[in-house]
């Protein structure tokens, strides 16, 4: 899949798991299949994912990118470099507040003009109308992740419909990274075929965590969840352009971010329109809502 150097060992939360065939394997790309409704279902049901590769406007992308970090002070990029490379100082900005919630950057950017402009282009709804096979819409809860060096967190393993459950499950997530995420920046990655796994086995893992007043996650330890539940994590550097759509039964987790350049993206979720909404996602995403 690629020539360059690559890390012996990732880590999610702080938990290291070795990088190796055993653990991991490629993303299937399906970028070729991309005017075939019916192959990206079949691939979509199959695989519970499928990856487009270069389906938005990059620039735009990379435009959007650096209006996120114009947002902060400027001692939060390395110096000589730009809010487009996105490249971590090693400082936060001196009283800022609690990520994603009023005041916060993350919290403004979610509601501004270009956010909301490029989350309902016509590019993502037609994927998600392609793999839901009718009209969607999308949810206004939109949810954007900012992880650096620094953050010592990741997304644990876990199942979208568990954060959304009182709804119809005739949704997909687009994860858009804003801006290049090779692996060494903390992408998501997918357990193979864990879309199939019997929710018994899903909950016999949850005590496996660094959580354990929060039982949506299912474990922050991804070589015992792959051990358990069978299958490869699977990964790929995205590029800005990619999107990757998912199913919400199929169980994925992040990296810890291990690089200098900060991981932006977002999390969308579109609904075929004639499916039962969840209301808690009626309303825009900050990093406080519960949920």
């Avoid at 735009?60 to 996120?68: E, M, P, S």
């Avoid at 990029?77 to 490379?85: K, R």
């Avoid at 956010?115 to 819409?137: H, K």
């Amino acid at each position: 899949m690629t020539s360059r150097l690559l890390p012996d060992t990732v880590s999610s939360n702080g938990v290291g798991i070795p990088f190796d065939p055993d653990h991991f394997a490629p993303m299937r790309d399906s970028s070729e299949a991309a005017g075939d409704a019916a192959e990206l279902r079949r691939r979509f049901s199959h695989d519970g994912y499928v990856l487009l590769r270069s389906v938005l406007d990059r620039p735009r992308v990379l435009q959007l990118r650096a209006d996120y970090f114009d947002r902060f002070d400027p001692v939060l990029l390395a110096p000589g470099t730009d809010a487009t490379d996105g490249v971590f100082s090693g400082r936060l900005p001196a009283g800022l507040p609690p990520y994603g919630t009023a005041g916060h950057p993350a919290h403004d950017f979610v509601r501004s003009p270009g956010f909301d402009e490029f989350t309902r282009g016509a590019d993502l709804a037609a994927a998600a109308g392609a793999l839901l096979d009718g009209p969607v819409e999308l949810l206004p809860r939109r949810i954007l992740r900012h992880f650096h060096r620094q953050s010592a967190t990741a997304s644990r393993a876990h199942v979208d419909y568990d954060y959304m459950d009182l709804g119809s499950d005739r949704v997909v997530t687009a994860w858009v990274s804003l801006g290049d995420c090779p692996i060494e920046c903390g992408g998501l990655v997918y357990l193979s075929g864990s879309h199939r796994a019997d929710r018994a086995r899903l909950d016999g893992l949850r005590g496996h965590t660094d959580r354990p007043a929060d039982q949506r996650p299912i474990s922050n330890d991804l070589a015992l969840t792959a051990q358990v539940l069978g299958g490869r994590w699977l990964w790929t550097d995205y590029r800005a352009g990619d999107v990757v759509l998912h199913s919400p039964h199929l169980v994925h987790a992040s990296l810890d971010n291990r690089s200098d350049v900060m991981r932006l993206s977002v999390d969308l979720r579109f609904r075929r329109a004639d499916a039962d909404p969840d209301a808690r996602w009626s309303a825009p995403w900050s990093a406080d809502d519960g949920f």
